[in-house]
């Protein structure tokens, strides 16, 4: 489909005490999602005189500076003996004041990890007002109080989402420099000729000299300086929470200070210099941002929804809850009453309890495993399984779990217990957690805690596979697709990592009407084109892609979109390999499965399109990665086998879309989500 671009270049754009902590600490998490890191800029042809390629740094591991803040304290217990000669006729009880906080910082953690060290030590003020009582004189008392520490914050840092937003947590130890207060009393409005008490000065009795106690918070990096600079710069807002607990400032009486810290801090740091090409060069912006190519494909015409007989791999694990070795209650089991009316192909009536709304169909059929095993073994008398239960807390705990399915399909659908032998393990055969591995570690550990199904018939497991990964024998289903793969409106910014920080796109109707996408980071992405169209039949949309990098970028096109409805009697197919954790290579047995059931069932001038994904542990840029190798290999599977039985009449697409959760066929909530995520997903479209 034809399209034409106009360019344009815009101007540059500048950029309770609970409930108080609960407001700053979830505004600070709604940062995260900006990304201020700058790319280095490769080599691009242009006219304009060349440039010798700017240094590039990588980001410091140690940091140096001074973090400046106020401290909102809030006291809470009472006091009434202020010190030895002093004791006041009616107790303070709460009260509340500001401080200031100072102090030299120093910071290590290295980029690509999420863990990291922090330490502070500085000037601490806890000063404030308790609020006025009345004595039995029917006079005022008030009381304000100045402490002050020297304070020693070494803190455990963690950034969650390996952004410039982090946590930390740590203790606090507190040294005393000042204890003062000053009492006032006040006189009793019934006698106007009363002359009040000259204020009291003096120091606390009692004062605790040191203090322990602990603090949490979290902070967002923001880079004041770019990557070409070897010594950067950030200043880095944070707040942080230190409850009472440990905090009584005397060692008589109940008074204790919670206080709530809001603040910055700047950073200073030295990076390393990244060795470049001695080539390279780099382009003005202008000639970079001028190299982008924008294109949209959308589709001839556009289905709104598509019959489609799936082909569904049954996964061969029962995932268990940690600290339990019972059949989790998501997993879906029969009475035996139950036992005679299931069937495979009426899945539908034996729902699990709780289900996401995303591929229900499909984890219907998924957490029905071990009915569908137990039916098929009824029937087939000569089948038997092994049960190999994998558990970190030890060998017991593994057979407890598979002992836990092998009783369940004894007492529940008769099967001999001969035929059922389990065993147990530290880790399963296919382990997602590799030596040396120190990311994520619980979401792996949760997908090892198994119980994997393996057998050698093949009327329990897929066809053409052996081995301890080998999913059970599809099950066959029928459903109405809504947006098929097909039906998806194909985006293309070519040069957006090298050009831009993020990109997004308007999507403008006939009448004006404007829908927005995004951001996006990738150079490539895909929207349904039923959410463009919507009910309309046809329409012309001018898509405007704006790209963002200190300036504004804009591109635009012109696209036609015409919703069309396929044929009653029009059915495509759809397959799935499912693949191990941060594995891109189909296993040998998947290879024959490609090869003899699918490549055979491919229609004349079919158009194949093979999308690949993975689940949402590790990094974005990895999984988009991964997840266009899964599908390419399959493709590269796919049309080896059409070669070599002389077909060329075949159009084959791939795609990866990574982790993409609006793209996803299942959620990732549970490891058995997770394991359906990491695979290659195919469609065969019928020729129209």
């Keep these: 489909m034809k399209t034409k671009n106009n360019f344009k270049i815009g101007s540059r754009m500048a950029r309770s005490y609970s409930s108080s902590f609960r407001n700053i600490f979830f505004s600070a998490i709604a940062l995260t999602g900006i990304q201020t890191t700058l790319k280095a800029q490769p080599p691009a042809k242009s006219d304009e005189p060349k440039v010798e390629a700017l240094p590039v740094y990588t980001s410091p591991k140690w940091w140096f500076g001074a973090a400046a803040g106020a401290n909102f304290n809030f006291y809470q217990g009472t006091t009434q003996q202020l010190n030895s000669s002093l004791t006041v006729p009616t107790a303070f009880r709460h009260g509340q004041g500001l401080g200031l906080y100072l102090a030299p910082l ?399 796109l308007e999507v403008r109707d006939e009448k004006g009407i404007v829908e927005y996408f995004g951001p996006y980071v990738e150079e490539e992405a895909s929207i349904p084109g039923k959410s463009i169209l919507g009910d309309r039949p046809s329409g012309d949309f001018k898509f405007i892609m704006i790209g963002q990098d200190g300036i504004t970028t804009r591109k635009d096109t012109t696209v036609h979109m015409v919703q069309w409805t396929p044929a009653k009697d029009e059915e495509g197919m759809r397959f799935t390999v499912i693949y191990e954790f941060d594995n891109s290579k189909a296993i040998v047995e998947y290879e024959k499965y490609l090869n003899n059931v699918v490549a055979p069932k491919i229609p004349k001038d079919a158009t194949v399109i093979i999308h690949g994904y993975t689940d949402t542990i590790g990094e974005a840029a990895h999984n988009l990665e991964l997840s266009l190798a899964r599908a390419n290999d399959v493709k590269k599977i796919l049309e080896n086998a059409m070669a070599k039985i002389g077909r060329t009449d075949v159009n084959f697409e791939s795609y990866g879309y990574g982790e993409d959760q609006k793209l996803s066929q299942f959620e990732n909530n549970f490891p058995e989500e997770r394991s359906y995520n990491r695979s290659v997903v195919i469609d065969v479209i019928p020729h129209k």
């Excluded at 990291?116 to 304000?144: E, W």
């Excluded at 924008?294 to 995932?319: A, D, K």
């Excluded at 029937?379 to 239960?389: E, F, K, Q």
């Excluded at 301890?468 to 459903?479: I, S």
């Design 106 to 504: 120093m910071e290590y953690h290295r980029p690509d990890s999420k863990w990291g060290m922090m330490f502070q030590a500085g000037y601490d003020g806890r000063g404030g007002k308790f609020g006025q009582v009345i004595s039995p004189c029917n006079c005022t008392q008030n009381l304000s109080a100045d402490l002050n520490y020297i304070t020693v914050e070494p803190s455990l840092r963690f950034a969650p989402f390996r952004s410039n937003f982090y946590l930390f947590a740590g203790p606090r130890l507190a040294f005393n420099l000042n204890k003062s207060f000053t009492y006032k009393q006040g006189t009793n409005p019934l006698y106007t000729e009363q002359v009040a008490n000259p204020d009291v000065k003096g120091d606390f009795s009692s004062a605790n000299q040191m203090l322990v106690s602990v603090q949490v918070g979290a902070g967002y990096d923001i880079p004041l300086s770019s990557e070409h600079k070897k010594m950067q710069t950030v200043l880095s807002p944070f707040v942080s929470f230190q409850p009472y607990f440990g905090q009584s400032p005397r060692s008589i009486e109940t008074w204790t200070v919670t206080t709530l810290r809001v603040g910055a801090a700047l950073k200073f740091g030295r990076g390393h210099l990244l060795e470049q090409p001695a080539e390279a060069v780099v382009q003005p912006l202008a000639v970079i941002v001028a190299a982008v190519k924008f294109t949209v494909h959308s589709p001839e015409n556009i289905p709104v929804e598509r019959r489609v007989r799936e082909t569904f791999p049954i996964r061969n694990y029962v995932f268990f809850d940690l600290g339990s070795t019972e059949i989790p209650n998501r997993y879906v089991l029969l009475t035996n009453d139950q036992v005679k009316d299931f069937k495979e192909d009426r899945l539908e009536v034996f729902t699990p309890k709780r289900l996401s709304g995303r591929s229900s169909r499909q984890m219907t059929v998924y957490y029905n495993v071990l009915n569908i095993l137990g039916d098929r073994m009824q029937r087939n008398t000569d089948a038997v399984v092994r049960l190999s239960g994998a558990s970190m807390q030890g060998k017991p705990d593994g057979i407890a779990m598979a002992e836990s399915i092998k009783h369940y399909l004894v007492n529940v659908f008769g099967i001999k217990p001969s035929r059922i032998n389990v065993e147990g393990r530290i880790k399963p055969r296919a382990a997602a957690e590799q030596p040396g591995a120190t990311l994520e570690l619980d979401l792996l550990r949760q997908g090892d805690r198994r119980v994997s199904i393996w057998s050698d018939s093949p009327a329990l497991m897929q066809e053409y596979q052996t081995g301890p990964n080998t999913p059970l024998k599809a099950v066959e289903l029928v459903d109405v697709q809504t947006a098929p793969v097909d039906s998806y409106i194909k985006v293309n910014v070519k040069g957006a990592k090298k050009a831009f920080t993020s990109w997004s």
